[in-house]
């Protein structure tokens, strides 16, 4: 009896590891197949098919969108200006798919879906687009270098493959690599014209390169040049007289939007504040204080997640006349208790951490300035939710639409005068502390605590100058530097620069025109779901 009972359990514990593996595998987002057709005309125009096999899992989403850079530098400071046109996406079905594209930052965005649907489980895209001119010269000959996938893809790829035709020729001397960029590793397989790689992870890309036969191209792609124009941009050129009548308009709007916006901050009263208002976040006191996000912000923010533990920031490399500093992020715990936008941001600095450490110049492109572009526009939309800025809905009329929307509230204007005098308190001159009464004994927790604020708001210097003459190192374990002492101006501003060309969705190809490893050449960037 002892036996048959000790079986039951051993069966049914079975059967329930094997049903939480299959609803794990299930709620999770993933690729199963990457499928790319590359037809490279004499003219220098890749006409692009990808057949992207989406599995969103449980989870539900409106769709998913696909960046592709259209602005490259070498490390010789060329750059490499391509023009791109999305021509249509279709589902499994044949039936199209509706498309929004924008382009930022020398990257073309390709929204797929609708915004008042969801969608779970397995959905087909099939994206057909133009990029192009796309090949250089290289020994006398064309050269084509095509990052396929991109690195910038938040989830694995099971099966990528591309297919190259040329019109009668085919392309000399193939390679293709996997990886992470800049990995030389070719775990991918060649057979004819078609390149195939499999269990790309989360963060890693697929990339393959060719010779042309000389001739084949009438015009390579030179470095420094403008960039071709498209049908859009001949639409664009037509309108742009209409649009200088148009921005005369808005131009007289915005200043009387202005206007208004300083008359309802001048008619508040500005003291000290001894804390931040509690329900506004580090990246909200920031936004609201000059009513724009920035990298500012992002710096804050991950000062704050090292504080509260969530991980160390290491410097790596001391800044010098010729070097940079460097710095790698360590993680300490799961992201379980932050906000939304701190959540989104922690995963994004770790999604391709090994050992649970980033260095931040080696943070994928693509996932950073995605993951960024959200937080801030959740940081504009949690604002409004809270009635510090208009937004176009609560407007009674057109005339206040157009004067308002936007812009901050009444309400808006009362919490950036406490916003302010917070500001006041974190950079108050020794002279002029005196006339502050019960303000909270200086203590190096305190610093810690409100560091990431005083970087928000722009006055860190300030703040460290304040503690001055109190050992603040056991309130900054959280923090490793490579020389002696810390320094709170230094650490923001070097996480700042190192975090401006990061987020830029902008690629880079090598001084050949780009190649020998995975994420190089043209073509690539990521994508996500949305």
Same mark, same amino acid.
């Given at each position: ?44 125009q ?22 592709v ?35 930022s ?17 397995k ?29 910038? *893809? ?12 040329l ?7 193939p390679?293709c ?15 004819? !014209?078609k ?10 890309g697929?990339?393959i ?12 792609l !030179? ?10 941009d ?33 008619? !508040? ?20 204080e ?37 710095y ?25 951490a090994?050992?649970?450490k ?55 204007a009362?919490? *950036? ?14 002279k ?33 100058? !304040? ?8 309130a ?19 996480l ?34 949305w």
């Amino acid at each position: 009896m002892k036996n048959r009972i000790l079986l039951l359990i051993f069966a049914l514990g079975i059967s329930f590891l094997t049903l939480t593996s299959s609803v794990g595998a299930v709620g999770t987002e993933k690729i199963d197949s990457f499928e790319s057709e590359i037809h490279i005309n004499k003219d220098n125009q890749a006409e692009i098919s990808e057949v992207i096999a989406y599995d969103f899992g449980l989870t539900q989403h409106h769709g998913i969108y696909r960046d592709v850079p259209i602005d490259y530098k070498d490390p010789q400071g060329n750059v490499y200006r391509l023009a791109m046109e999305h021509t249509k996406t279709t589902d499994e079905n044949g039936k199209e798919v509706k498309a929004s594209v924008s382009k930022s930052d020398g990257n073309f965005r390709i929204r797929l879906g609708e915004a008042d649907k969801y969608v779970t489980g397995k959905h087909t895209y099939k994206i057909k687009y133009k990029l192009w001119p796309i090949v250089t010269q290289k020994d006398q000959k064309g050269f084509l270098a095509l990052d396929v996938t991109g690195n910038g *893809w938040s989830v694995p790829i099971l099966h990528a493959s591309a297919v190259v035709r040329l019109d009668g020729a085919s392309l000399e001397k193939p390679a293709c690599f996997t990886g992470v960029v800049g990995s030389t590793e070719q775990n991918c397989v060649i057979d004819g !014209q078609k390149f195939t790689a499999d269990n790309l992870k989360a963060g890693e890309g697929f990339s393959i390169e060719g010779y042309v036969a000389g001739g084949y191209i009438a015009k390579y792609l !030179q470095p420094n040049q403008k960039r071709p124009l498209t049908k859009s941009d001949i639409g664009i050129i037509a309108g742009f007289v209409f649009a200088i009548l148009v921005g005369l308009v808005i131009s007289v709007i915005l200043l009387a939007r202005s206007l208004r916006k300083r008359r309802r901050r001048k008619d !508040q009263t500005v003291v000290a504040e001894y804390e931040p208002p509690s329900n506004l976040s580090v990246a909200e006191i920031g936004h609201l204080e000059d009513d724009t996000s920035s990298v500012q912000e992002i710096t804050a923010m991950i000062i704050s997640m090292a504080v509260k533990g969530y991980l160390k920031i290491q410097q790596t490399q001391k800044k010098s006349f010729l070097k940079k500093a460097k710095y790698t992020l360590l993680k300490l715990k799961e992201s379980k208790g932050l906000d939304t936008s701190e959540d989104m941001l922690f995963n994004a600095l770790f999604s391709t951490a090994k050992d649970n450490k980033i260095q931040i110049d080696n943070l994928s492109k693509s996932t950073m300035s995605t993951t960024i572009y959200k937080i801030h526009s959740n940081t504009k939309k949690s604002l409004e939710s809270k009635g510090f800025y208009a937004s176009i809905a609560s407007e009674p009329n057109i005339l206040e639409k157009m004067l308002d929307a936007g812009n901050i509230t009444d309400e808006g204007a009362k919490i *950036w005068a406490k916003v302010d005098g917070f500001k006041l308190y974190l950079s108050v001159v020794e002279k002029e502390r005196m006339k502050f009464h019960d303000a909270p004994e200086r203590t190096p927790e305190l610093f810690s605590k409100y560091l990431p604020f005083a970087v928000a708001l722009g006055v860190e210097k300030e703040w460290a100058k !304040q503690f001055e003459g109190i050992d603040i190192a056991k309130a900054t374990n959280w923090y490793a530097g490579s020389y002696a002492g810390f320094s709170a101006m230094n650490l923001a501003n070097d996480l700042g620069n190192s975090f401006a060309p990061v987020v830029s969705s902008n690629s880079t190809v090598s001084s050949s025109g780009g190649g020998g490893s995975s994420g190089g050449g043209f073509g690539g960037g990521g994508g996500g779901s949305w």
